[in-house]
């Protein structure tokens, strides 16, 4: 069975940045797509970023993310990260990787693998 633990999520300032990893197991863990969703109190799950998992890299960002962060993989190591700079009270959420057999246009309900998720807390 398929386990992605998240890690990296704190309290910060305004403009400050964080790191955030996912460690997928077993070792023997694959899939095609992996994607990092994040869930302000209140408010639904929604799409941050998405990286395929194989073969040529393949990245996707939602608009308000575009250029403060940045998806990446250790696809031999298992681990997915985003690093997120200039980080803004509005990206004030929990934080969660998730795998898909899917394509890099998955829905996310065709998300089957998901992280407990991390906290990131960004104050003004």
């Known amino acids: 069975q398929v386990q992605l633990v998240e890690s990296g999520g704190g309290l910060v300032q305004a403009g400050d940045s964080l790191r955030l990893s996912c460690t997928a197991s077993?070792?023997?863990?694959?899939?095609?797509?992996m994607a990092w969703f994040r869930q302000a109190p209140g408010k639904e799950r929604d799409f941050v970023a998405v990286?395929?998992?194989?073969?040529?890299?393949?990245?996707y960002y939602e608009d308000s993310v575009k250029g403060r962060f940045r998806i990446s993989r250790d696809s031999a190591a298992n681990i997915l990260y985003l690093q997120m700079n200039s980080l803004r009270p509005e990206d004030t959420a929990v934080y969660y990787c998730?795998?898909?057999?899917?394509?890099?246009?998955?829905?996310?309900?065709?998300?089957?693998?998901w992280g407990q998720g991390t906290q990131v807390t960004v104050s003004s």
């Open positions: 077993p070792r023997t863990f694959t899939t095609e797509t």
């Open positions: 990286i395929s998992w194989r073969g040529d890299l393949s990245i």
């Open positions: 998730a795998s898909t057999r899917g394509s890099m246009y998955s829905a996310i309900s065709e998300y089957d693998s």
